[in-house]
């Protein structure tokens, strides 16, 4: 099971240049606000997803008067060498490595899976679907080796649709694509719903601990119940042809949150909610052990925002039961979340970290 025994960082953000040995289990960041903790959290997202949760461009994590900055991390196995993974940006752009050898941001990904509990995670319950589609679809990527290939087509076959409508042009090419966005769109459908079965269970399982009631995710798949996607196409043909757009398909699917008897988004305090997603997050994470036998990297930011000293508790007891890594930031860790064993601190002031003992 991979490890992230190290990170370095340079260049970024505020950060002074700096390299972290890191716990196998929990690594506890603390510091003001404004020291840099959620920027060290930054970092080693890139290496995992290849991209900021924080902003729109790679430029923006620059520190104030460098031109480029740079993660390396190096990554520990039990039953091989450990690899170093890099990435990097200067004005040409971004450019990844392992093992000295050139890479693309999809194998930095699925050698560093992780999960993220962030303020911005929020819109998962809040904000439109588009966003749970998102969480669901980067744990599939990592739980069927075939999704990536099958959403990009089923993505190519929808654009192409989308323009041929726009355009006006002519009923052949209409139908070529509309039968190659059924197909795609049918296995891909098909996909989510298997892959939801798991995450339905362990997030159960996960809110269950939290004593936070009933809890359910739901898929809607994008177009009315009891119709195929075939059909859904073939109803909508006209409005479709109207408004030049595809109104029916997975690219309209939704994941649906319940507690109790009601949408998770009409129930819940922030204080719930950010439990809830730290469930939701945790069961993705254990859906992926559960097909690959790697547990994914869970990076939290932000530990005690929103939650009284009664949530934190419950929420610390589930960290600390979770088998994979964490790297989670606050500005104290709760009393007893630091043992010599269990546990790793890093102290963030002014953008220089040092570990604590």
Known sequence: MPILREVGIGG?????????????RLNWIVGDNG???????EAIYWLGRGRSFRASRPALCTRHG?????????????DRPDDVVRIGYSGGGIATHRNQATTTLVEHARVLPMQMVEPGLHRVVEDGPAYRRRFLDWGMFHVEPRYLAL??????????????LRSGA????????????????????????AGLAGLREAFAVRCGSLDLGT????????????????????DRSEQDQRQGVTGAGPHRAELRIRLGEGEARDRVSRGQQKLLLSALCLAQADVIFA????????LLDDFTAELG?????????????????????????????VTADDAAMFHVEQGRIVTRD
């Open 215 to 234: 809890a359910e995710i739901r898929l809607h798949p994008g177009w009315e119940a009891g119709k195929s996607l075939a059909d859904a196409i073939r």
């Open 12 to 24: 970024f953000r505020c950060l002074e240049d700096t390299r972290l040995r890191l716990h196998p």
């Open 66 to 78: 460098d031109s480029a900055w740079l993660v390396r991390g190096r990554i520990g196995f039990t």
């Open 151 to 164: 959403w990009r087509s089923y993505a190519r076959a929808l654009r192409q649709r989308n323009q041929v």
């Open 35 to 41: 020291a840099g903790k959620t920027s060290v959290l």
């Open 170 to 193: 002519g009923s052949d090419q209409l139908d070529a694509w509309t039968h190659e966005l059924i197909r795609t769109g049918t296995e891909l459908a098909t996909a989510r719903e």
């Open 291 to 298: 097909a690959t036998a790697i547990r994914p990297l869970v």
């Open 309 to 337: 000293r009664a949530y934190q508790e419950r929420l610390a007891g589930l960290l600390a039961g979770y088998e994979g890594q964490c790297v989670i930031t606050a500005l104290t860790p709760p009393e007893g979340a």
